[in-house]
């Protein structure tokens, strides 16, 4: 039986089970009074062992075996583990993470193991209870050897008697048909699997609801059966009876549909999600220009514009579908955090605590997979240069322990992610004279804005750092920030108060590929603008005007909102047609920034396919990609961001 289609399988099935084991030692290192961390740490293991040794991977198998032991001794003890427990734990998952990534790469034998010597040394000093309790005893097995067979055993089964297993999968577990080809596996560890109802070729289709019977000849106790089929993981429920003889086995329909009413999920390679995206976008791209040839005939041929209005509500409906099987909820991403601000804070010596909220808020899973890098540097930094060290915390009268919060939220069409620290503030000051010091404003300025301060911390290779360490001082982090969150179509926003702390606002939209645009006209050529951060429109003249900072600008809703041309900026004047008397405004809002954008017409709103493109050396930075129209000239999109 191949296994390595299910590869793929046991990998993110791992990872799964990894991040818990990581979220679960935070859990447990902060109240290490709690007993249930280390139950739920043996269990995640434990189904970890389970999927290694039935894929063959032995020395995945072993370390988890080992760290199984030393939790099971630290169960019993039912005492609050020491530091060096806890860090040893950790390491341990950081090593076990590795060795699951090498095994299915095939790259096993290089997994480093080093760390099972302090394991083993640690589950010998841990004293047990002379008792496990009751609970224990559910979950603790027949001691195992440190790694298992993966072959089957064929003189067990000549031994033994032959019984029915009946497996039903848990209605929730991902890829039913892969845990029950694991299952029959690990049943062929203990003996011989004679017949299956459903055929094993069936776990691949759709219809699989997660149940099947085999016959099992083997000497095994029924015990046993269970407990090796258990081991597998995502096992709702397991009977073992006696032999089947030789009559059919079959499910009644009601059996058959093992939680039924509940959704169904398989899990999707990401190429084919991009690859339907691609198409879809296409299809959009020809829907308008199909839409545009149908405008000619209005009138001539009915079932023109019939044809016309079904095709675009069928690849609408077919748009929307694909882009909710790509939105993924932010905690995918968010849950790695935090580790990362623990090792980090315990790395400088600081009380760090770390919380995160709105983790069900979805995202495209392009940008959210863009989002982890620039994430990590805000977090690094608001731990090294936002939260204080303990004792500066205490002259400042202010809890010891400082407070990171990592929230997202949706606003409009548009997801707002911030970063917050209760740490010292950024001492506007300090920037001011380095920025001076280094020529990045003129010697007169006097004070810095949020935005200023943001242009200026955002300068590659700025930083305020009195020396480089291994979290930071470089001045790459808020750079690598802003230069991806500008790329993904979004902004960043800092505010910051000295001693109360600072937030950076991370706004994006939620998808990419494909956008609702407003088109609008200056001069000869068409502009695309997203509605992501379109506010509202108003007419140039009708509203009173005034000036900000040297600059034209418009009074709306009792706030000056500051004014961009986009015939001055994009330098059109020249051979077009005279500007309109009456000239649109487009008011963007990003956050508390605004600005009104004059143009000369606004054309349509339609949705357009986001091109990518690398912009001519000396284009002003004010574009973020380009689209194709339905007549076939491309047209420009213009980034919000770098207009407001």
């Known amino acids: 039986m191949d296994l390595s289609q299910y590869a793929e399988l046991f990998l993110a099935e791992s990872r799964e089970h990894l991040s818990a084991c990581n979220q679960l030692l935070l859990e447990w290192e902060r109240n290490r009074a709690s007993p249930e961390p280390v139950g739920g740490l043996f269990r995640a293991v434990h189904t970890i062992k389970g999927m290694a040794a039935t894929m063959g991977y032995g020395r995945v198998a072993d370390l988890a075996h080992r760290m199984e032991n030393l939790l099971d001794q630290l169960r019993r003890s039912a005492r609050a583990p020491a530091d060096e427990i806890i860090q040893l734990l950790f390491r341990a998952t950081d090593a076990l993470e590795k060795a699951v990534g090498l095994a299915v790469a095939g790259r096993e034998r290089e997994a480093d193991l080093t760390v099972l010597a302090d394991i083993d040394h640690a589950a010998v000093q841990a004293k047990p209870a002379p008792q496990p309790s009751a609970l224990a005893r559910h979950f603790v097995e027949e001691p195992e050897p440190p790694s298992l067979p993966a072959a089957p055993v064929a003189s067990a089964a000549s031994k033994g008697a032959t019984r029915l ?15 029950a080809m694991l ?16 055929p094993a070729s069936a776990f691949e289709s759709d219809d699989f609801d997660g149940r099947f019977v085999c016959e099992l000849a083997t000497a095994a106790a029924p015990a046993a059966i269970e407990a090796a089929v258990r081991s597998v993981g995502d096992v709702e429920r397991v009977t073992v009876g ?45 829907r308008g220009r199909l839409n545009e040839v149908a405008a000619r005939w209005v009138g001539q041929d009915p079932e023109i514009d019939e044809i016309a209005i ?20 932010v905690w995918q991403v968010f849950d790695r955090f935090p580790r990362l601000v623990r090792d980090v ?92 010091r280094e020529g990045i404003v003129g010697p007169h300025v006097e004070s810095l804005s949020d935005d200023q301060l943001l242009r200026v911390l955002a300068r590659p290779g700025f930083s305020t750092a009195e020396s480089v360490t291994s979290v930071s001082g470089r001045g790459v982090g808020i750079d690598v920030a802003m230069t991806r969150i500008r790329a993904l179509g979004g902004s960043v926003e800092i505010r910051t108060e000295p001693g109360k702390g600072t937030t950076f606002v991370l706004r994006l939209p939620v998808t990419l590929a494909i956008v609702r645009a407003l088109i609008a006209a200056v001069g000869h050529e068409r502009y695309a603008l997203p509605l992501t951060y379109v506010a509202e429109t108003v007419e140039f003249g009708t509203v009173p005007l005034t000036t900000m900072e040297g600059r034209d600008a418009i009074v709306l809703h009792d706030r000056v909102v ?5 015939r001055k900026l994009l330098g059109t004047n020249g051979g077009a047609p005279a500007p309109p008397p009456r000239r649109p405004v487009i ?32 284009t002003l930075p004010v574009f973020s990609g380009a689209t194709i129209m339905g007549d076939g000239v491309p047209a420009l ?8």
């Open 165 to 179: 297993v009946d497996v039903i999968i848990r209605p929730e577990a991902p890829l039913k048909g892969g845990r």
């Open 183 to 198: 299952v029959l596996r690990k049943l062929q560890t203990i003996g011989k699997v004679e017949r299956v109802q459903p």
């Open 242 to 286: 006696g032999g089947i003889g030789t009559e059919e086995v079959h499910l009644s329909p009601a059996e058959s549909v093992a939680g039924g009413g509940r959704g169904r999920h398989i899990r999707v390679d990401l190429h084919r999600l991009d690859t339907l995206m691609d198409l879809i976008g296409e299809l959009v791209t020809e």
């Open 310 to 329: 079904q095709i675009s509500r069928l690849s609408a409906d077919l748009q929307n579908e694909i882009i909710q099987a790509r939105m993924t909820p």
């Open 345 to 436: 804070a315990r790395q400088l010596d600081k009380q760090v605590s770390f919380r995160v909220e709105g983790k069900e808020i979805e995202l495209d899973r392009e940008i959210l997979d863009s989002l982890g890098d620039p994430l990590v540097h805000l977090l690094r930094n608001a731990v090294d240069h936002g939260i204080e060290s303990t004792a500066e915390r205490k002259r400042a009268k202010k809890n010891p322990e400082g407070e990171i919060v990592l929230s997202a939220a949706r606003e409009r069409a548009s997801v707002a992610i911030s970063i917050s620290d209760d740490g010292r503030g950024i001492d506007r000051v300090k920037i001011l004279e380095k920025a001076k």
């Open 562 to 566: 500051p004014l961009v041309d986009l």
């Open 587 to 618: 008011v963007l809002e990003m956050g508390e920034r605004r600005a009104g954008i004059v143009v000369d017409g606004m054309l349509s709103q339609q949705e357009i396919v986001v091109k990518g493109f690398d912009a001519p050396h000396g």
């Open 637 to 644: 999109i213009l980034d919000s961001a770098g207009l407001v």
